[in-house]
């Protein structure tokens, strides 16, 4: 099992109790936790911070998700940092595959313990 203490996660979610949710699952695991409610701030959190994790949602006020993942993978440095969708959009998984999400979660139904299943999953 992979030891995720001082795993570094950026989570991108714009509603604040989800995102502090998702922050705590993280740190509760020893991660090192950067989280952010908009997509203009991911890009200099990907250079400088250099998350081992990006967890995000689709829906943001600022952005659509699907732009910061089109962004993301048109870099090679940031294409390899594992991302996780968590979103309660319906979204098929091949439709994902092609923004090189390695992981998704449904907000509907996700458990903290799911969550992490889901990062040691998909960590490197």
């Known amino acids: 099992m992979i030891d995720l203490k001082s795993k570094k996660a950026l989570i991108l979610e714009s509603d604040a109790w989800f995102r502090e949710f998702l ?5 509760q695991q020893g991660m090192v936790v950067r989280a952010i409610s908009n997509a203009y701030e991911v890009f200099d959190l990907l ?23 089109n962004e993301k993978i048109s ?3 940031l294409a390899k940092i594992s991302t ?13 595959a ?11 139904t996700m458990t903290p313990e799911r969550l992490v299943a889901e990062i040691r999953k998909n960590i490197q």
């Open 23 to 27: 922050s705590e699952v993280c740190m």
């Open 47 to 69: 250079d400088d911070f250099q998350p081992d994790v990006l967890i995000m949602d689709i829906i943001l006020p600022d952005s659509t998700g699907f732009t910061v993942l």
């Open 75 to 77: 870099h090679e440095d």
């Open 84 to 96: 996780i969708v968590v979103s309660g959009l319906k979204i098929a998984g091949e439709q994902l």
């Open 98 to 108: 092609v923004y090189g999400v390695s992981g998704f979660l449904d907000k509907n």
